[in-house]
């Protein structure tokens, strides 16, 4: 079939701009003009001829055959919390269909598929683009931004207007779909399932002395106001914790007697109140001034970020007032190959509002890494891991991080016997050899679920919950090597040439090397699976010597954070004070619909409305009974998860479907909550398109270079960081 010639359409469109006398300026917009038109017809007519030539003569990009069931995928992990839930729901569902003879309404069995790579979506894409039509999904869980590939591709498969408002999705979620890459239908394709957010989690007696240390420097405490404040110095200064003073005051030494007030006042502009933890601009302040007062180890900073992009992201939506016209990454349609989202602006265009407000956000954050107060995480490394050991006052992180923030009675370090130094525990386990099928492995890390930070190959525990599939030959290799310890590249960096060692990274942020002898057997990622936020080039590698290190069992001693020691907070909601908005960060998984055939289609929505509206009276998920609720709600109250929903946002936060959430949680409702009920709070996320997680990746990447070169006496401007960025991304 011939395509239709784009040339009279474009005279169509001249003929139509003269008559509003909006005359062509110059051959170059007409030479835009031209080029715009001729690649939208263009476009058509290649669609036209796809639709007609094969494939599929639907609007979608290629259908998949009928096999009579519904295919979830899924990136959680099939034993965690999450995927627990989601068996069990699915199982209810799948009964519910059988004893109601729901089959000939069009319901279809629901069967789970679990990814291994987690949210990545590399196997989305190549099934997208291959057009697999006998083993693809009819709906997967994940971020919006997964859905803007699925559009891209023509094999979005959205609920109706009318289907969705059914869902009581809380207002503050529910625009998810308006600004999705290259959704400019702006069609219910992602139905926001599960929500987590941000929140501090605060070393109590060491913020307490930053804090009684800026005061006693001649900056009052406030009169009103001073909730958080007067909690932290107080608990710094009480009787009786005199020992986890004195621990504190090892590791932080006392304050410097050469740093005047005047000195700190060119950051401390502001009262000592509540107040600091309100803004970007007040804390980062504060950290400057605090760390100033405490310069001995730079190794010991005051506040640490696990994503330098949320908090950008943050920082853009209070600033813009939530207006995406207004932000560092705006709305442009004449970026076709972006979804429609200027990417280039903030990076390339200084005359730009874009550029400007990256800038502004940017400079904030470097002011705070070059002073040293200001630690950057992300990739695999988590403050949690300093703020338990009083290397970090306050740690930024995901609310569904809460049990990583304090050490557990039993819980483990893990020390480098040579230099006594520390090993970040998420990086390192040991081979323990057991009987049995030698074909998996079982445990996880300790700082992941504190059930085991041992694999044992082969055997048992808890009934199998933590099993990893791993290659047999491989597993009897492994087993050979009972108590050697494995680690990770979190925590160990090859070294060129030398493929018989690697550089371990031991004491405060891994600053320290210990070059040690490995074994030769190829681990590669075979671990992956068990490390919380692992990315996909994570390698392993068997220490030869079995002892270079020793485990020690923690617990309610001095010099580790405890349960106790600890405080939960929102992180800060604006940039500054003056700011039109206040921002909260929302995340977490969605369910976004996959074109199949006619027959699925249909069953894949009436699942979906099953989840978000079929009230159960009772459904038991791993032994936990929930009563009155929906598939969505019990999914969410047993993953940790928060339910984006108007009905969940009704309770108060005192009641007690509230109260027995996790503390991080409760942060995240009681921030959220506010967004719902309080127009001058929304939420902020990260734009919906392809580019956002290598953006993502880059930005974060470029805060941890600024940090090691402030580290080592090296500043760097926003025109470096600008510099990092583009190194890795482009627009």
């Known amino acids: 079939m011939q395509p239709k010639n784009s040339f009279g359409l474009f005279l169509v469109v001249l003929f139509f701009l003269n008559l509003k006398g909006k005359f062509l300026k110059s051959m170059k917009k007409l030479h835009k003009i031209i080029l715009a038109v001729s690649s939208l017809a263009a476009t058509a007519s290649i669609s036209a001829v796809a639709a007609s030539c094969g494939g599929t ?3 979608f990009g290629f259908d998949q055959k009928y096999d009579g069931k ?12 999450q995927g627990t839930a989601l068996n069990a729901i699915v199982e209810k569902y ?3 269909i059988q004893a109601n003879n729901k089959a000939a309404e069009g319901y279809l069995p629901v069967d789970i598929e679990w990814l291994a790579g987690g949210y990545n979506t590399n196997t989305l894409t190549t099934k997208l683009t291959s057009k697999d039509n006998a083993t693809f999904w009819n709906l997967i869980t994940n971020y919006p931004a997964a859905a803007s590939a699925i559009l891209q591709n023509r094999m979005g498969l959205p609920v109706s207007d009318e289907e969705y408002s059914q869902f009581g999705i809380a207002k503050s979620f529910g625009g998810v779909n308006d600004t999705i890459a290259g959704n400019t239908a702006k069609q219910k394709i992602v139905v926001p399932m599960s929500r987590s957010s941000e929140m501090i989690a605060v070393a109590k007696p060491l913020l307490g002395k930053l804090l009684d240390a800026v005061i006693k420097k001649g900056f009052p405490k406030a ?5 958080l404040v007067t909690k932290y110095v107080g608990f710094y200064n009480a009787t009786e914790n005199a ?15 050469t740093v005047t007030k005047e000195q700190l006042s060119k950051y401390i502009t502001f009262p000592i109140d509540d107040s600091i933890f309100d803004s970007y601009e007040k804390l980062i302040n504060f950290a400057i001034a605090a760390k100033m007062l405490f310069p001995t180890d730079s190794n010991n900073y005051v506040i640490g970020f696990d994503s330098l992009p949320n908090a950008i992201n943050i920082m853009s939506a209070s600033i813009s007032g939530g207006d995406v016209t207004k932000g560092y990454i705006t709305p442009n349609p004449e970026k076709l190959t972006t979804g429609g989202w ?3 602006k903030f990076l390339n265009d200084p005359s730009s509002n874009e550029y400007k407000t990256f800038k502004k956000i940017t400079e904030l954050v470097l002011k705070g890494i070059e002073n040293k107060a200001v630690w950057i995480g992300g990739a695999g490394a988590y403050g949690s891991s300093n703020l338990v050991n009083y290397q970090l006052a306050m740690s930024m992180g995901s609310t569904a991080g809460f049990s990583h923030t304090y050490i557990k009675d039993g819980e483990v370090s893990y020390t480098y016997n040579n230099t006594n130094d520390v090993i970040d525990k998420n990086g390192i386990f040991k081979i323990t050899v057991k009987d049995g099928d030698t074909s998996k492995l079982f445990g996880l890390w300790k700082a992941s679920v504190d059930k085991t930070d041992n694999y044992v190959a082969p055997g048992q525990v808890n009934n199998r919950k933590y099993t990893y599939e791993i290659d047999p030959t491989l597993a009897n290799q492994i087993k050979g090597f009972k108590d050697h310890y494995v680690v990770s590249s979190l925590v160990a960096e090859t070294i060129p040439g030398d493929a018989t060692h690697v550089n371990l990274k031991t004491g405060n942020n891994g600053a320290t090397k210990q070059k ?7 681990l590669n990622g075979a671990f992956k699976k068990s490390v919380r936020g692992a990315q996909d080039d994570i390698k392993f590698y068997i220490l030869k010597s079995t002892n270079l290190i020793t485990k020690k069992t923690l617990g309610a001693q001095p010099g580790s954070v405890n349960f106790s020691d600890a405080d939960w907070i929102g992180v800060p909601s604006q940039y500054s004070s003056e700011d039109p908005k206040h921002a909260v960060f929302e995340q977490g998984p969605s369910l976004i619909g996959i074109h199949a055939n006619e027959q699925e289609d249909k069953a894949t929505k009436l699942f979906i409305g099953w989840i978000m509206k079929e009230q159960l009276p009772s459904i038991n998920i791993s032994g936990k009974e929930f009563t009155n609720v929906t598939p969505l709600d019990a999914f969410n109250l047993y993953g940790g998860y928060i339910s984006p929903t108007e009905a969940f946002f009704k309770h108060q936060v005192t009641d007690p479907e509230i109260t027995k959430l996790t503390l991080g949680n409760q942060v995240a409702y009681k921030a959220f909550k506010k967004t719902v009920e309080n127009p001058e709070w929304i939420v902020a996320s990260d734009v919906a398109s392809t580019n956002s997680d290598p953006l993502r990746q880059a930005i974060t990447s470029a805060g941890k270079s600024a940090m090691s070169d402030a580290a080592a006496g090296t500043v760097k401007s926003f025109n470096d960081f600008l510099a990092a960025i583009k190194r890795v991304f482009t627009a």
Do not use: C, M
């Open 57 to 59: 003569k639907s609007q």
């Open 516 to 522: 040690v002898e490995i074994e030769s057997v190829e």
């Open 94 to 96: 799948n009964d519910w």
């Open 243 to 257: 020992a986890e003073k004195k621990a504190i005051d090892a590791k932080w030494g006392n304050e410097s007697q």
């Open 342 to 344: 200027d990417y280039s």
């Open 70 to 81: 519904i295919k979830l995928a899924a990136g959680f992990s099939a034993n965690g919390p």
């Open 223 to 227: 009169d009103q106001n001073n909730t």
